[in-house]
């Protein structure tokens, strides 16, 4: 069983930036970043593969939000810039195990999950 934890986040107005980190215990392949706003569903936002060499983006955050990894420190990070308000949700890492596949936007393929942080931004 691995374990993602989640840190970064954080209260910032809009325009401004943040650094989310999520950590993991263990060996993983592709991990992807998702958020729940509230009241709404949790929505993807992004996804890497194990090599970091592909990368897929939401629609609503393509161009401000930029995911990466270190394999060597088990960690992903996702940099989030020109915050909106809209913006505003928990943040959730996810991690898949087994055989590298292609990335998937699903929630239901992915294996573990963090236990969420906060982002909140203000107008």
């Known amino acids: 069983q691995v374990q993602l934890v989640e840190t970064g986040g954080g209260l910032v107005q809009a325009g401004g930036s943040l650094r989310l980190s999520c950590a993991a215990s263990?060996?993983?392949?592709?991990m992807g970043w998702f958020r729940q706003a509230p009241g709404k569903e949790r929505e993807f936002v992004a996804a890497?593969?194990?090599?970091?060499?592909?990368?897929y983006y939401a629609d609503s955050v393509k161009g401000r939000f930029a995911i990466s990894r270190d394999n060597t420190k088990n960690t992903m990070y996702l940099q989030l810039n020109s915050l909106k308000p809209e913006d505003t949700a928990v943040y959730y890492c996810?991690?898949?195990?087994?055989?590298?596949?292609?990335?998937?936007?699903?929630?239901?393929?992915?294996?573990?999950w963090g236990q969420g942080t906060q982002v909140t931004v203000s107008s």
């Open positions: 996810a991690a898949r195990r087994g055989v590298e596949l292609i990335l998937t936007t699903r929630e239901s393929e992915y294996d573990y």
């Open positions: 890497i593969s194990w090599s970091g060499g592909s990368t």
């Open positions: 263990g060996r993983t392949v592709s």
